[in-house]
């Protein structure tokens, strides 16, 4: 399958900081990428949907100066946490869409996930 | 309504027997995409496989297999032989569009544990 990059896997930062996650599809061109938090034990939440060259589209009730999402080519998508405070901290994750188009298949892979700690 | 409900927290399977976990879906887009991902204690979501809403055949990769039952609109996913290592959360997930544009609609989870 396709292989999708997430960077860094565990971050520690004080509350008020900005941290920077990465998440790059590695053997295939994305013009789609999505960013998910889950909390323990539960679900993956759908944060928002990055375009390639536009605007990304936010989910309801996630606020769009908290989580800067970039997405400036075809193989990277950052999200940026704003002034991290510990009820940010969770795990985050990046999935890149691979069409295949003669196949009819759209399969969304998953990078391995960012722990984010604020303290 | 719960678009993707898996009504299972948690499984026991005895190793190499097969397991199957509950997966029913709810959506009005006729084109829609079925998918089952595996996600171990490390985190990382594993694509197990995937059933398009207009495929006539079961889905099969290796030992996993997808009982897709339109009508009754479940996906199960069947692991047979199963092993250690498939102890993990699973978790079913649906691609249809919503409010115009395509999105993907994740489960709650089932833990699996394969006991020796």
């Known amino acids: 399958g396709a292989v999708v990059s997430q960077h860094p896997s565990w971050v520690i930062c004080k509350s008020g900081t900005s941290v920077k996650i990465e998440c790059r599809s590695l053997?295939?061109?994305?013009?789609?990428m999505f960013w998910y938090r889950q909390f323990p034990k539960q679900s993956l939440m759908l944060m928002a949907t990055s375009n390639e060259g536009s605007k990304a589209t936010y989910e309801q009730g996630v606020e769009k100066d908290k989580f800067l999402i970039n997405h400036a080519s075809l193989t990277l998508s950052t999200l940026t946490v704003t002034s991290a405070h510990p009820e940010d901290s969770s795990f985050y994750i990046c999935s890149a869409r691979e069409i295949l188009a003669l196949l009819a298949k759209n399969i969304q892979y998953f990078g391995a996930g960012t722990r984010l700690s604020v303290l | 309504a719960q678009k993707i409900t898996q009504t299972q927290p948690g499984m026991f399977v005895q190793e190499k027997e097969a397991v199957t976990l509950d997966c029913t879906y709810d959506t009005s887009d006729p084109s829609y995409g079925l998918f089952w991902y595996k996600q171990p204690s490390s985190g990382e979501m594993i694509f197990l496989i995937y059933?398009?809403?207009?495929?006539?055949q079961n889905a099969t990769e290796g030992r996993y297999s997808l009982n897709f039952q339109k009508a009754r609109k479940s996906a199960n996913l069947v692991i047979s032989a199963s092993q250690l290592g498939d102890s993990a959360m699973y978790f079913c997930?649906?691609?249809?569009?919503?409010?115009?544009?395509?999105?993907?609609?994740f489960g709650t989870g089932t833990k699996l544990q394969v006991i020796p």
């Open positions: 059933q398009g809403s207009y495929d006539q």
């Open positions: 997930a649906m691609r249809d569009t919503s409010g115009g544009y395509q999105k993907v609609t």
């Open positions: 053997d295939f061109q994305a013009t789609t």
